[in-house]
């Protein structure tokens, strides 16, 4: 059996590598930054351990002004920010800017919930054994909260696919960017559907690593 | 800060002296053999050579600031516990008993009065001398607070490795302790696999794990079965025998103070109601909260009902007042409830206790609601003569 596609095979698979690029980096820069803010925000609310309201309000309106900006809003409005960070304000290093810092707050805010989640028992029982603040913060909140963190990890990469869809418009390429060059603009149904169906792949895939990752992590 | 400074001075000769016989002087050994040294310089080592263990509340007060406005929860506490006894704090719910307790590691702090540790003032203490302070006293709660993300083993081993601890010698520790709490093949296991009863075990060897001289106990028993209850007071017991440390327990459990308690002391309302030695409190009980609370314990009350149940009868609401009736089997009296219901002229609902019969008499205590509203007869005539209803009736509290 043959069968030929309307676009080079090779155009998909390069669409795959920047979604997967951009996805990827991304994700790991909210990961990385996302974490740190949610610690900041958790141990600064009233009652942490680091109580400084005003601290808690600064960031919390910080990342709640970047969650209240649409995504395609945000990237346009960021250009001056990823030409000086990037050199260049096309491409998908161009697009990794704005990717990062929306899906950033996003991701902090699960992680705070999950966070704040954590049985002050368990902070309690570290204080009384003599941790120090940064060592409750290393022992009891990272690793009790972490199935929570995995799982709104997880969500912020679903939507990190989704929002990478959009970076055609600063000619980020990626899957979606194909799919709305030929599936939309000349009418390529074929495109559309493989693109779909690729993205469906991708996205299950994800969920369910994540999700499986969360239940061995309950069920241990 | 030093590797060893968590050890206290002075007990590796004591715990040698206590190093006789059993499991505990096993671990005992195990520790002897650790290379520990003997740094700390300052005032608090020339008070441990007096006593290891001792606490002192010198006129301690505690208000809570709350949404709904200011909480008395403590006040003018003094009291004295001795090292390497094991005290008791017993109390109605709310009476202050877990307040009194951390202010002793400071997870509270007083708002009034001191609190001394082997003659040191708690509140004076910067923010490493209250990690080694705690480090010297162990706690333990009712709902355990292991780790769920961590082994048994990284449980029992977390006190050490933040005390930087060389990981050689945390081996051996936690490997000696979970043989002391008979948990020895669990070291791999996750808390979340482990019985209450176990888990309770690992909260007790996680509180021993760096020699500690005061062992706190809010309820440690509390929510364990009766069996498992037992093996961790028998624990308790050893712990305190051996290795003489003090152990200071808040309980519901009546019978826990009279197995292992040596002194005990009634909180009533953030106050002490009374102080003093287990079989004087208990066998002549001076204080109406005291009688209340043996009483209340004595009929082994259900949870929901010993929390709602108020000394005072509520103002302004509907409640119900409970009545513990009381049989000996003498006179062949049994609960007739016909009578019962004619003689007290209201509506009797029986909610809790039972009888044994014992070479036929009926022997035991009913608890009975009557509707707060409803004018009873004097009590006391209804125990004696031909209108005899019970042997004993008393009243011991309200529910609304
Ligand atoms: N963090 C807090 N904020 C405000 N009020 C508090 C706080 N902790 C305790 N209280 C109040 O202080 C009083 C004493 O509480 P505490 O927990 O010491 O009682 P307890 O004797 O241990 O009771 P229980 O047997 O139910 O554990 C109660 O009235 C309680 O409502
Ligand atoms: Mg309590």
């Known amino acids: ?220 | 800060m030093s590797v060893n400074e968590f050890v206290i001075p002075g007990l590796m000769p004591l715990l040698q002296r206590q190093a006789e016989s059993g499991t505990v002087a096993k671990l005992v050994n195990a520790l002897d053999a650790s290379p520990l040294r003997e740094t700390r310089t300052d005032a608090v080592a020339v008070a441990d050579k007096k006593a290891i263990g001792t606490v002192r509340f010198e006129a301690l007060g505690k208000v809570y600031q709350s949404s709904a406005g200011k909480v008395s929860a403590l006040e003018d506490i003094s009291l004295d516990i001795q090292a390497g006894s094991i005290f008791g704090i017993i109390g109605r719910s709310g009476a202050g008993k877990s307040s009194l307790l951390r202010t002793i590691n400071r997870l509270e702090t007083p708002s009034s009065g001191r609190v001394w540790v082997d003659g040191v003032d708690v509140a004076a203490l910067d923010e490493n001398g209250l990690v080694a302070l705690r480090r010297r006293i162990g706690m333990i709660f009712q709902h355990f607070n292991l780790l769920s993300a961590k082994t048994v083993y990284e449980n029992v081993a977390l006190p050490l490795r933040v005390a930087r601890v060389p990981n050689a010698e945390i081996h051996q520790r936690v490997t000696r302790l979970l043989e002391l709490v008979g948990l020895a093949d669990k070291h791999a296991t996750y808390p979340g696999r482990l019985s209450g009863g176990q888990k309770q075990r690992v909260g007790v060897a996680r509180a021993l794990a760096t020699n500690p001289e005061i062992l706190l106990c809010d309820e440690a028993t509390s929510a364990l079965d009766p069996e498992a209850t037992q093996s961790i007071l028998a624990l308790l017991r050893d712990i305190n025998r051996q290795l003489a440390i003090t152990i200071i327990l808040i309980t519901h459990e009546m019978s826990v103070i009279h197995e292992i308690a040596d002194r005990v002391v009634v909180l009533e309302k953030g106050r002490i109601a009374e102080e003093g030695e287990v079989w004087k409190v208990f066998g002549n009980p001076q204080h109406d909260a005291t009688r209340a609370l043996l009483l209340l314990l004595e009929h082994d009350l259900p949870q929901d009902l010993r929390a709602t149940l108020v000394h005072e009868p509520p103002q302004d609401k509907a409640f119900e007042r409970i009545l513990a009736f009381s049989y000996t089997g003498a006179g062949g009296l049994e609960p007739d409830f016909i009578r019962i219901g004619e003689a007290l002229d209201t509506r009797v609902r029986l909610i809790h206790g039972g009888l044994d019969r014992i070479q036929g008499h009926a022997h035991g205590r009913l608890l009975l609601a009557v509707d707060g509203r409803a004018q009873l007869p004097k009590l006391d005539n209804l125990t004696t003569g031909q209108g005899a209803i019970a042997h004993d009736i008393q009243e011991i509290g309200y529910v609304v």
């Open chain 1, 1 to 220: 059996m043959s069968f030929e596609l309307s676009i080079p095979f090779a155009q998909y698979t390069r669409a795959f590598a920047d979604t997967f690029t951009m996805v990827g980096i991304s994700g790991a820069i909210a990961f990385f930054v996302g974490i740190p803010v949610a610690v900041l925000l958790n141990v600064t609310t009233p009652g942490g351990f680091l109580a400084s309201p005003r601290l808690n309000r600064a960031v919390g309106s910080v990342v709640n002004s970047f969650r209240a900006t649409p995504f395609i809003v945000l990237m346009v409005a960021l250009i001056p920010l990823t030409r000086l960070i990037t050199g260049t304000s096309i491409g998908v290093w161009a697009a990794i800017v704005p990717l990062s810092i929306s899906a950033t707050p996003f991701f902090a805010r699960i992680a705070e919930v999950s966070l704040r989640e954590v049985d002050p028992g368990l902070v309690e029982a570290a204080q009384a054994m003599g941790c120090k603040k940064w060592e409750i913060v290393r022992h009891v909140y990272l690793p009790e909260a972490l199935p929570g963190i995995i799982g709104g990890f997880t969500i912020t990469l679903v939507a990190l696919i989704s929002s990478s869809a959009m970076a055609g418009a600063v000619g980020a390429g990626g899957l979606g960017d194909l799919a709305i060059r030929y599936g939309y603009q000349r009418f390529d149904t074929e495109v559309m559907v493989i693109v779909i169906a690729v993205l469906i792949v991708l996205v299950t895939s994800v969920q369910a690593a994540g999700d499986y990752y969360v239940r061995w992590l309950r069920n241990r």
